[in-house]
């Protein structure tokens, strides 16, 4: 599993790879109609082969709603939060067969009160029905939600990660539409330069499944760095990619204020901006493998639907807090009147402090990543059922069904 994120990956770059470069061309050079023609053939190929794959695909039959059953969790939790814990673990109930239970935990205790058997939790005790999931649940149910709950902070730090990589495909096309991109006689198109950022995720894919992850086995005897690992070198490279940017960037305003701030061609290389592209593509790299093998594994089996998609909001929350974090630096700096940090001639601005803005952010969220990370404590211990000498008894000291 641990190298198929990798190759998942690899395959997404090689598409995008091909979108920023021969799309980005066909788009400049013949016409934006042929090219989403393009496009939209290829989601026709690809949708023919997923649908071929059809006979061979693996169905689980759904066992209800993920959501639910988190709430129905927290509602008997807190429907019983007056009620005290058993001082034994093995009187809270459970109805779940013996290979698929989960072990009780001692984080979120509050949640093991959806445990405890109480008058009313059974619509009919002697013919030992089903218990109402509203009001009582059990302790494996209970330990999903806890495992879902474990996630979020690591979820929470992440986010700004994809903040700094909205930087990537925004305010860095947008300096290299003013550096000088001549190779030759051949002009690269401002959009294609983010051909540098997909291949530093295609190199770092490559390199680290062909030859990192081979020599950690040897040594380490584990396939690679763990999911965690994974995404702190992510956000490691990010922060350092911002840091590189902003000096970048002076670089790039001092040419301008000796040459002309009104000038859209500056006599300085557009492949000044290579190392960020790299340095955030790269992290991208890890960072993505890194989230996606730690929701999937990490989660419960029912619910590993939702934590993909949790994983993926991730993303979509980083370009909001993007796009929040540019609306206020451009209220906040431009407040006098003047052009602001962000100005809409970025000559005249001062981009370089909004990336030592990023960056500053990216050390302060390293920092509780690793805390986050620390505290993070997956379940090692192999699942086990409850086993009690003679009979269950539930909390009242009653036989349990």
Same mark, same amino acid.
């Given at each position: 599993m641990a190298y198929f994120f990798n190759r998942f990956f690899f395959f997404i770059s090689i598409g995008t790879l091909t979108a920023v470069t021969v799309l980005v061309y066909i788009?400049?050079?013949?016409?934006?109609?042929?090219?989403?023609?393009?496009?939209?053939?290829?989601m026709l190929v690809a949708i023919f082969i997923f649908f071929s794959g059809t006979k061979r695909y693996r169905y689980k039959r759904s066992s209800g709603s993920p959501i639910v059953h988190i709430f129905q969790v927290i509602a008997a939790a807190i429907r019983k939060r007056n009620m005290n814990l058993?001082?034994?673990?093995e009187m809270l109930y459970e109805d779940t067969p013996e290979a698929s239970r989960i072990h009780h935990t001692d984080q979120f205790r509050f949640l093991d009160k959806a445990a405890i058997v109480a008058e009313g939790d059974f619509a009919n005790r002697s013919t030992c029905s089903e218990p109402n999931p509203w009001k009582l649940c059990s302790v494996t149910r209970v330990e999903e939600v806890k495992m879902m709950a474990r996630l979020?902070?690591?979820?929470?730090t992440t986010i700004i990660f994809w903040t700094t990589y909205a930087q990537m495909i925004t305010f860095s096309v947008e300096q290299a539409s003013t550096m000088?991109?001549?190779?030759?006689?051949?002009?690269?198109?401002? #959009? !294609?330069?983010?051909? =540098?950022?997909?291949?530093?995720?295609?190199?770092t894919l490559a390199v680290y499944d062909r030859l990192i992850m081979p020599l950690w086995k040897k040594w380490k005897g584990k396939p690679g760095f763990s999911s965690l690992q994974r995404i702190a070198i992510g956000l490691v490279l990010s922060t350092i990619g911002m840091g590189v940017a902003a000096l970048a960037e002076m670089k790039r305003l001092s040419v301008a204020k000796a040459v002309s701030r009104?000038?859209?061609?500056?006599?300085?290389s557009v492949f000044l901006l290579i190392p960020q592209f790299f340095l955030v #593509? !790269?992290?991208?790299? =890890?960072?993505?493998?890194?989230?996606l093998d730690f929701f999937i594994t990490q989660s419960p089996k029912g619910m590993k639907t939702m934590s993909t998609g949790l994983f993926l909001t991730t993303l979509s929350l980083g370009f909001f807090v993007s796009s929040?974090?540019?609306?206020?630096?451009?209220?906040?700096?431009?407040?006098?009147?003047?052009?602001?940090?962000?100005?809409?001639?970025?000559?005249?601005g001062r981009l370089d402090c909004f990336y030592w803005l990023l960056a500053v952010l990216g050390v302060i969220n390293l920092v509780i990543y690793l805390i986050c990370a620390v505290w993070y404590k997956p379940d090692q211990k192999p699942k086990h059922a409850i086993e009690m000498e003679g009979s269950r008894f539930n909390g009242s000291g009653e036989e349990r069904c």
């Open positions: 788009q400049d050079e013949v016409g934006r109609s042929l090219a989403y023609g393009i496009c939209s053939i290829a058993p001082y034994d673990v979020l902070p690591i979820w929470a000088n991109r001549s190779i030759g006689n051949f002009q690269i198109p401002a #959009g !294609s330069l983010t051909v =540098f950022f997909v291949a530093a995720i295609l190199i009104s000038s859209s061609n500056l006599p300085i #593509g !790269s992290g991208e790299a =890890f960072i993505y493998t890194g989230q929040f974090l540019v609306s206020v630096i451009k209220k906040v700096t431009s407040s006098n009147g003047g052009q602001g940090w962000l100005a809409d001639n970025i000559n005249y």
